[in-house]
């Protein structure tokens, strides 16, 4: 049953880049209440499967096949219980997930030579898919929306460990930082200014910006696709990008205009209600060896109030640094490896490279000297660490780990109601398998439904 709960997120919609496959006679392979699944849904699926680099494996259908089971049976309770996504936030989906496809291909006409068509018509095919898809984990939330866990229920948990079975926890590191990044003058940033302005005037002088766009644009996100952003509405951009694109009519260019990501000229393509479908040009201004040693200076100065306990370093975050996710945090980073929980304390393997060579060598309570780093955006600024605590590798216990087993024992927990919804929704549901498939393990208790 675990399987099942894998289902969202995973092979259902895995779109990438695959050639158009031949048309063959197609069949029904699983009925599902008044839904159908087709043989050439499920090969599409394992195509995807085989492109990800995986090698071929038939039995591998039989876990798509539960996993399509799975969508349709929270799709058709989604009906029931009127649970619907919003068109906007469908298409912001298929817009990232093209951007993506776009990106892995090495580009807009690769990718449409690799599918065989457009991306336009691509974008049709997919969309209805990507929408049940969005349905099937909104439904999936809502079933699981409720589940909660108490300190008893936590205790229970970890009790029904054995204790040789008790997990490793391997070493982690509690690490706050101060990110600085330089300030250009207005000097230093007007030549970037003048040369998106000199894009803007070939624009405005008959020259196409989609191709402009794929030349010039600093935004690693849409210049493949032209400078297209899609539709958004006024939530999803920088203030000032989303004043002009809904000032704008259809075919005006903006100014030229600066947000935190630098210098922008948008053009909007169309409107409707409260969402924009636009593209945009984005040059980033770079970092000059002046605006370093400028940089450097104020990091000293910060460094030296820490370590003489003039400033606590809680407070040098939240005054000073530029990462907008810690500094409001005391400047500690956090670290998740699922959606639902976030921590302070970060396993060893999942830190940054650069920073454990930084930590590893400091002791517990102790602060870095402001150190010369490489954002992944190119840009270079620096950092200042600090060590706040060090756990060494040991069996998971309540007193270092509570958080951890609170997660799971929530895991489980809700596992077991979805568990009990999906045994239900089964026994109520008309399910029909194709005998080529009936024998699978993963569809064996579908099957059993599906018999009675």
Request: overall charge neutral; aromatic content about 8%.
């Amino acid at each position: 049953m675990k399987k099942i709960l894998l289902m969202t997120g995973g092979l259902i919609c895995l779109f990438l880049n695959v050639k158009a496959q031949p048309k063959n006679i197609d069949k029904v392979v699983a009925v599902l209440g008044s839904n159908i699944i087709l043989a050439s849904e499920l090969n599409q699926q394992y195509v995807l499967f085989l492109n990800q680099g995986n090698p071929p494996n038939e039995k591998m259908k039989c876990y798509i096949l539960q996993q399509m089971l799975v969508q349709k049976l929270l799709k058709q309770q989604a009906e029931i219980d009127s649970v619907m996504v919003e068109d906007s936030q469908v298409d912001n989906d298929v817009e990232r997930r093209m951007r993506y496809q776009i990106s892995r291909a090495g580009g807009q006409e690769r990718l449409e030579a690799l599918l065989n068509k457009s991306i336009l018509q691509y974008k049709d095919e997919i969309r209805p898919d990507i929408k049940d898809e969005l349905i099937a984990n909104k439904m999936q939330g809502k079933i699981t929306e409720n589940v909660s866990v108490t300190p008893l229920d936590v205790k229970k948990y970890f009790e029904s460990y054995k204790k040789d079975s008790l997990p490793d926890i391997n070493t982690e590191y509690e690490i706050g930082e101060v990110v600085l990044h330089p300030e250009l003058t207005k000097a230093e940033k007007q030549r970037f200014y003048d040369k998106l302005d000199a894009i803007r005037l070939r624009i405005k002088s008959g020259e196409d910006f989609s191709f402009l766009a794929k030349t010039y644009s600093e935004d690693p996100g849409s210049a493949g696709e032209g400078g297209d952003l899609g539709f958004f509405d006024r939530q999803q951009m920088a203030k000032e990008f989303t004043a002009y694109a809904f000032k704008l009519k259809a075919g005006e260019t903006s100014p030229v205009f600066e947000t935190e990501f630098g210098y922008h000229i948008l053009q909007v393509i169309e409107r409707r209600g409260e969402q924009v479908h636009a593209r945009h040009i984005l040059i980033r201004p770079q970092t000059t060896p002046q605006s370093l040693d400028r940089l450097k200076l104020h990091a000293d100065s910060i460094y030296n109030n820490i370590q003489t306990k003039k400033l606590p370093f809680s407070t040098a975050a939240s005054l000073y640094s530029d990462d907008k996710e810690s500094k409001y945090n005391g400047g500690m980073m956090m670290y998740s490896d699922n959606v639902s929980s976030r921590t302070t304390f970060i396993p060893a393997d999942k830190i940054d490279p650069k920073i454990f060579l930084v930590v590893d060598t400091m002791k517990v309570g102790s602060v870095s000297k402001p150190v010369l780093f490489t954002g992944e955006d190119g840009k270079q600024g620096y950092k200042i660490v600090f060590l706040k605590s060090k756990i060494p590798p040991h069996k998971g216990n309540l007193d270092q780990d509570y958080a951890k087993f609170k997660e799971r024992a929530q895991e489980q927990k809700s596992n077991k109601v979805l568990s009990e919804w999906f045994e239900k929704r089964r026994e109520n549901t008309y399910i029909k398998i194709d005998p080529e498939y009936s024998t699978c393990d993963e569809l064996k208790i579908w099957a059993k439904t599906a018999s009675k």
